[in-house]
């Protein structure tokens, strides 16, 4: 026979330490529990406030180049080892968690243009100016012994750009053309050109792995595919693109760093117009890189400010800067979600927290919890004018915010004389462009 | 034909020079002038045409074969000079000479010039064309004689038709730009299309609550232990042999754990899989033996009473099934129906459960002194009654409802029926049951003819005989009292409310059922007797509750004039009073608008307060045909009256208008709010006189004038309101900007409505408010990322997994069969992809 018999989990009434405190049975009864919603909207408040005041995404700055740091590369299997290349073709790799520099290899006479770690982890990449592309142990040597590349590709012009295969041993590089290479041969397997004699960057799709997209000088972003002899399609844009990145999570979507202070985002298979033009930046964004989890993405730009965009939103959510920092040139998000790393003008690396009033490090169950609870809250009342104005508010370098002031006026100005023009014209003559209209010229096939 | 190739042969050899003119093509070089030209070509036409015409007979396909034999020959044969130039200058002609010259000397040379140089190049084709029209022959030409000649095979001709139709050239290959284009297009919209397929692993995961980075995480717990250890080999010579022994026995070598068998089988199911298949079969086997126990109870059961009711519950339910089969399938419906008509006719033929055999002759005896014996032959007549009544399908049940009378008794349980078989026959509500049940019929007889049973129905009735009169009385009154209201619903009845007589009569005899059953135990006459009166009582209530709802069911359809119909009919006005307050309210309500002070009623009951609510709406069409009351406003709508001239339609239009707010006088209502908005923004006196300080207090006493003058505070006047000068708007003057500050100004974009935004404000999230666990549930981030966990891009197989379950869901119902097809199909997708 089944004898049932009350019982109660202690996880409901007793407390995880002792110094917590006591867990009482609660009524939820509304009546006993009045004023939610002004209760909570106070509650919300106080988030919102203390979100801005623990704000503090700075942690780290790694100091050691000689010279302005040109690019970066996430290493594929470690979250704490990062490797940049300066412009005077040093290398070094960096230990994040320590701090501190690694390893440092000359690698290169001139600029190291590019760099990027093979996806098993064990070697990377380089090309620089000099026109050769050199692949490295990622092992440092013993002591005493010189560092060698492993190999060396001469190539006939300078490379600009390089990117590894998700998961084959071929690499793509882009100077004059587009080329794709084998790990195993000194010559491109395949080179791709269109009529444009410059590229500045190549991404392989991390999710399609076999498609690519380039920047080219003449104001176009090119797709292909390593399989066909043809690129497949390209499109001309008002300014030209400097670089581009694929979201990892969503294989048709990427977004690219223009000249006209904007990011795009792109759908491969409908490149007519941008499905989303963000717009934040007051000079040329050099860099952009996605979250890992392909939600959002980050923006280095030349107004010495890096600024992380929701990926479907037009305008930054966040923008970092300090005093010393000068123009971004190269960002990356790291593998975890959790940091961000610029390399800049003035020869430093600097560690930034993506969120930026998140708590680091291990959380206790009812720390998340309240987390979780704050976070609702601010996602609850966001549209609330006061709690809108403390979330938003963000404090600008003086440039940045005087030149963002004169890009209002002058979008203002140019909007103003657009429909005056449209009044004054036979109607249908200037037809309305929408901003994502506007910044493409062709689609060409 | 022969001439022809005679003369062309003798051309070639004699002049060098070709003519091709069978074929009349523009091949043939010409050499002398175009007049010679033209005038050969006329004779070679002429004379071409009086061979055809005179020979009719030759096969033309042949002639045709020839045609080309001809030509080709005539191609080898032919020794090519290039033409003079006829209005070239004297150098042209000398540099062709030179070439023909230099032709001359080596054979194979002079070809290619024959070749190059066509006539057609140096020869203006317009001045041929333009006066040899006539004369040239084409290939349409000899087709049409072609035609005429009836010994071509209709075979032919149509090849020849078609070859007329078919004058194509084959296109030049496209140019390189084009080309290339046409790659890229293609090439992109494979990879387009390639891209495309991840579209729904891209929605579903931006739809999804969570997403815990990084996605395909591998379940916690123990691995297998080959899994860890998967380096090791059988080094010594056992342990080759032992494994020598497995791989011949298909026995598992580096899996010691599962064989392949099992392996595949583990494949097929994943884990989530089998704890779902787990928990059916579990469900089925609970199910399965909660069944089984049920039975055993059941068949343990040995209450012959309890196995009757199942038994009519169960053939309640075939009749209630047996409806809706009408409906459904009535072949197979009247099939049963024919099965039942047979019971039923067996059963009348035979004497079983007539209280006729011996048993029942037995029991007839103890009947007397044994209840038991009693009820046994009562449920034997029963049985019969039952098994004898005729089935009514819904049509014969319509038929029986059209008349009132007649239906009226279904409504009463059979149990009334038997209580009173005939003994008042003047009761026309029991002659209604009389006439159509012959069972009941004979058994008024019974008690007169077999003295033995009318004896054991004493006993059984006796106290209900004994008490008839005064039940009688009671089911008489209550009768009347339905009968009255019947007269009312008459037109008013309906399948439903047929339904819902089923079911009290269903309910009523359970009442019945549990009325037999304390009766059993019970002899006390007097108890009976209460019991009987309680059934009674329960009966009336379940028919008054259906009265009611169907009353209600009419109050809701006041709108209808039908129904306004029926509810004056439903409602009778019992007294003159009643008149006299139907009156006064129609006198009122065209009143009441201006009223402000309502009349006092005199003395209204609660009925009659519906009523009057009944019969405003009925009497709305005689409310519309009533002028609403007109007040000059200036700026009102009503100005719209005083346009006089108004054009017929603009008339028309106002009559709508006019009756669309016939009854509710707009204006008035409006000013109404309005003065009602004023009075509430205009300041209050607030009196704050404590009485008793300062002074004396206690009962009777009031507080002094000049203390009450001196507490009693009076606000300042607001500033004035901004509606003062208008007439027709009310500004509301709420907003407060101390709160404004704090309030969202505009609907934010995902809400569509300002009512769903504020339900969304007004459910709190907090734990204050909302259990531990639905707190949890409610604060849970949309995105989780774990600590030092790198979170690579989404992989194909991904991509796999994603799609092999969207099928799975698709087919959920047969899950099991589909799933080596589906893996098979996905395998090869992922070797496409992967080439």
């Known amino acids: 026979m089944k004898v049932k018999v009350l019982s109660r989990n202690p996880d409901d009434y007793v407390r995880e330490t002792k110094y917590d405190i006591q867990r009482v049975p609660r009524n939820y009864d509304p009546a006993l529990n009045p004023f939610e919603v002004p209760r909570e909207y106070t509650r919300a408040m106080n988030a919102t406030k203390l979100e801005r005041v623990l704000a503090k995404p700075f942690l780290a700055s790694l100091d050691g180049h000689r010279d302005a740091v040109n690019c970066m590369a996430k290493h594929s299997t470690s979250l704490s080892t990062l490797l940049s290349g300066a412009c ?27 760099m990027v770690v093979r996806f098993c982890g064990t070697s990377f990449y380089s090309i620089g100016d000099d026109k050769t592309i050199k692949q490295w142990n990622m092992e440092a040597p013993g002591y005493g012994v010189e560092e060698e590349p492993i190999n060396t590709i001469l190539g006939k012009t300078v490379f600009t750009g390089l990117d590894h295969h998700q998961k084959n041993g071929t690499f793509a590089t882009c100077g004059q053309t587009v080329d794709i290479w084998d790990e195993q041969r000194s010559t491109p397997i395949r080179s791709f050109s269109w009529g444009v004699e410059s590229f500045s960057s190549v991404r392989f799709n991390p999710v399609e792995t076999e498609l690519l997209a380039s920047c080219a000088s003449d104001r176009s972003i090119v797709l292909y595919d390593m399989r066909e002899s043809m690129p497949l399609k390209k499109v001309i844009m008002t300014m030209r693109s400097n670089t581009l990145s694929w979201n990892p999570m969503e294989a048709y979507y990427f977004t690219c760093a223009n000249e006209d202070y904007n990011l795009y985002t792109y759908d491969m298979r409908y490149l007519e117009k941008p499905v989303t033009v963000h717009m934040d930046h007051v000079s040329a964004v050099l860099d952009v890189d996605y979250s890992p989890t392909g939600r959002e993405f980050v923006s280095a730009s030349f107004d010495k400010s890096i600024r992380i965009f929701p990926k479907e939103k037009r305008n930054s959510r966040e923008v970092y800067h300090t005093k010393r920092m000068q123009h971004v040139v ?47 809250l601010k996602e609850k009342f966001q549209y609330h004018p006061k709690v809108k104005r403390i979330a938003r508010h963000r404090h600008l370098p003086k440039h940045i915010f005087t030149e963002a002031k004169e890009h209002t006026v002058m979008r203002e100005a140019r909007r103003r004389k657009e429909s005056n023009v449209r009044k004054h014209s036979k109607p249908g003559a200037v037809p309305m462009l929408s901003e994502r209209e506007k910044h493409v010229v062709a689609v060409v096939k | 034909m022969a001439k022809i190739l005679k003369k062309n042969k003798v051309s070639t050899k004699g002049t060098k020079k070709t003519l091709n003119k069978n074929t009349g093509t523009e091949k043939t070089p010409e050499k002398s002038s175009s007049a010679k030209r033209r005038e050969r070509k006329r004779k070679s036409a002429g004379k071409l045409k009086g061979t055809l015409k005179t020979t009719k007979k030759p096969p033309i396909e042949k002639l045709d074969l020839d045609n080309v034999d001809e030509d080709e020959l005539l191609n080898e044969g032919e020794e090519i000079i290039p033409s003079e130039d006829e209005g070239g200058s004297d150098d042209d002609r000398k540099h062709q000479k030179l070439l023909e010259a230099i032709s001359a000397l080596g054979g194979k040379k002079k070809r290619r010039l024959a070749e190059r140089s066509e006539a057609t190049i140096q020869i203006s084709e317009f001045s041929v064309d333009a006066k040899g029209e006539g004369e040239k022959i084409n290939l349409s030409d000899l087709i049409q004689t072609i035609a005429k000649t009836p010994a071509v095979s209709a075979q032919t001709k149509s090849h ?8 194509k050239t084959v296109d030049s ?64 010579p056992l342990e080759q042999e032992i494994f020598r022994l497995l791989s011949v026995n298909k026995q598992p070598i580096n899996d010691p754990m599962l064989t392949p068998i099992e392996e595949e089988s583990l494949k097929a199911m994943s884990l989530e899989d089998a704890k779902i298949r787990r928990a059916e079969l579990q469900k089925a086997r609970a199910l399965q033996s909660y069944y089984e126990a049920k039975a055993r109870r059941e068949r343990s059961i040995k209450s012959k009473k309890y196995h009757k009711v199942q038994n009519k519950a169960k053939r309640k339910e075939f009749v209630k099934t047996f409806d809706e089969m009408l409906k459904s399938d009535p072949v197979s419906a009247l099939e049963e129906l024919q099965k039942l008509e047979l019971g039923r006719m067996k059963e009348r033929m035979s004497l079983k459960h007539q209280n006729s055999g011996k048993w029942a002759k037995s029991k007839a005896i103890m009947a007397k002194y044994d209840d038991g014996a009693r009820k046994a032959m009562q449920q034997q007549l029963e049985v019969n009654k039952d098994l004898t009544q005729k089935l009514a399908t819904t049509l014969s049940d319509e038929e029986g409802e059209d008349d009132g009378e007649t239906s009226e008794p279904d409504m009463l349980p059979d149990f009334v029926n038997e209580v009173e078989p005939g003994q008042d026959p003047a009761n026309p509500w029991m002659r209604g049951q009389l006439s159509k049940d012959p069972v009941d019929l004979t058994e008024p007889s019974v008690p007169e003819t077999a003295a033995a049973v009318l004896i054991s129905e004493d006993e059984e009735e006796g106290p209900e005989e004994t008490e008839e009169e005064g039940l009688l009385r009671g089911f008489a009154e209550r009768r009347k009292q339905r009968q009255e209201q019947e007269a009312e619903n008459e037109a008013a009845k309906n399948q439903d409310m047929e339904v819902m007589t089923e079911e009290n009569k269903a309910g009523a005899e359970k009442a019945v059922a549990s009325h037999d059953a304390a009766d059993a135990d019970i002899a006390d006459d007097d108890e009976e007797e209460e019991e009987l009166s309680k059934f009674t009582n329960l009966f009336q209530e379940l028919k008054d509750s259906r009265m009611e709802a169907e009353a209600s069911a009419m109050v809701a359809e006041v709108s209808e004039p039908e129904c306004a119909q029926l509810q004056q009919a439903m409602f009778r006005i019992k007294s003159l009073e009643d008149m006299d307050l139907l009156d006064q309210e129609e006198q009122a309500d065209p009143a009441e608008p201006n009223a402000e002070a309502p009349q006092p009623a005199p003395l209204e009951s609660k009925g009659a307060d519906k009523k009057r609510k009944r019969k405003r709406g009925i009497d709305l069409a005689e409310v519309l045909t009533k002028e609403a009351t007109v007040i000059h406003v200036p700026l009102a709508p009503t100005a719209v009256e005083g346009a006089e001239g108004a054009a017929h339609g603009q008339e028309e239009q106002r009559d709508v208008i006019k009756e669309a707010f016939a009854g509710d006088d707009v204006i008035s209502d409006f000013l109404k709010d309005k003065r009602r908005e004023e009075e509430a923004g205009r300041p209050k006196v607030v009196d704050l006189t404590l009485p008793g300080w300062g002074e004396w207090g206690g009962q009777g006493l009031q507080p002094s004038k000049k203390k009450r003058r001196r507490f009693r505070l009076k606000t300042a006047p607001p500033p004035p309101r901004k509606d003062g000068g208008l007439a027709s708007v009310i500004i509301s003057e709420k907003r407060d900007s101390s709160v404004s500050m704090h309030q969202v100004g505009a609907l934010p974009h995902p809400f569509l409505l300002p009512e769903q935004f504020e339900v969304t404000m007004r459910a709190p999230v907090g734990a204050t408010w909302n259990t531990r666990q639905a707190v949890k549930k409610i604060t849970m981030p949309k995105i989780v990322t774990k600590v030092g966990a790198i979170i690579q891009p989404m992989s194909r197989d991904d991509l796999l997994k994603h799609s ?25 997708r992922h070797k496409k992809t992967k080439n």
């Open chain 2, 160 to 167: 020849l038709k078609k070859l007329k139709l078919e004058e």
């Open chain 1, 88 to 114: 005077d073709g040093e290398v070094k790799v960096w230990n994040l968690t320590k701090h501190n520099c690694v390893r440092t290899i000359q690698a290169h006479e001139g600029f190291v243009r590019g």
């Open chain 1, 330 to 376: 190269c960002v990356k998000w790291s593998a975890d979600n959790k940091y961000v790393m610029s390399g800049s003008d003035e020869m430093n690396i600097r560690l930034w927290k993506a969120n930026a009033a998140e708590k680091l490090g291990v959380l206790s169950h009812r720390e998340k919890l309240a987390a979780n609870y704050n976070q609702k």
């Open chain 2, 173 to 236: 290959p496209l140019t390189k730009p084009e080309t290339e284009r046409i790659q890229r297009n293609v090439a992109f919209q494979k990879s387009s299309e390639e891209v495309s397929r991840w579209q729904s692993i891209v929605k579903q995961n931006l739809k999804a609550e969570q997403l815990v980075f990084p996605l395909n995480q591998e379940a916690p717990g123990p691995k297998p232990l080959e899994q860890v250890v998967c380096g090791w080999k059988a080094r010594t």
């Open chain 2, 804 to 828: 092999r379950k969207q099928e799975e869901e698709g087919t959920a119902g047969e899950p099991k069969k589909r799933k080596a097809p589906q893996r098979k199909r996905s395998q090869k």
